[in-house]
């Protein structure tokens, strides 16, 4: 008796398991419809963007990766005659620059010819001249000469 009396007086085990059990039961009952709801939830907006959005933005995307490439097709092509418009130009300058450097080389050969003959002139001209100093010193010592005789 004691036991038993014990048991029901102090003993509240069993009382807090079957609380337990009913909280467990109805937080799972709640829990259980709140993601089915959520779960039910997701699977509308992924059939949704499957047959709806999806396609759309496959099309919107087909539509404009088509424009886009035509453009950048034009871009290239424009880029493409840029280019070769500037390589013609640098092509032309380059020309331009080789017909200077062969005019001045050509300038340059035609003065040193020039210095040359202007320097064989003055050769010339220095040999000539010291040929008259030379007879003309050799008709001063003979000049003196003959006055040494006195």
């Not at 020309?95 to 300038?107: G, L, Q, S, W």
Request: with cysteine; charged share 40%.
């Amino acid at each position: 008796d004691v036991g038993e009396v014990y048991s029901r007086l102090l003993d509240h085990r069993p009382v807090i398991q079957g609380e337990i059990r009913y909280f467990v039961k109805e937080f799972e009952e709640k829990r259980g419809l709140r993601e089915l709801r959520v779960l039910e939830n997701l699977k509308n907006t992924i059939f949704e963007a499957n047959e709806r959005v999806l396609p759309k933005c496959e099309q919107a995307m087909q539509d404009n990766l088509s424009e886009t490439f035509k453009r950048l097709q034009a871009a290239n092509a424009m880029i493409h005659r840029l280019q070769e418009r500037e390589c013609e130009a640098l092509k032309l300058q380059a020309d331009k620059v080789m017909a200077r450097e062969e005019k001045c080389i050509a300038h340059w050969e035609e003065f040193m010819k020039e210095q040359q003959k202007k320097r064989a002139e003055v050769d010339e001209e220095h040999r000539k001249a010291m040929e008259r100093l030379k007879e003309q010193y050799s008709e001063m010592e003979k000049e003196l000469a003959k006055y040494a005789s006195f």
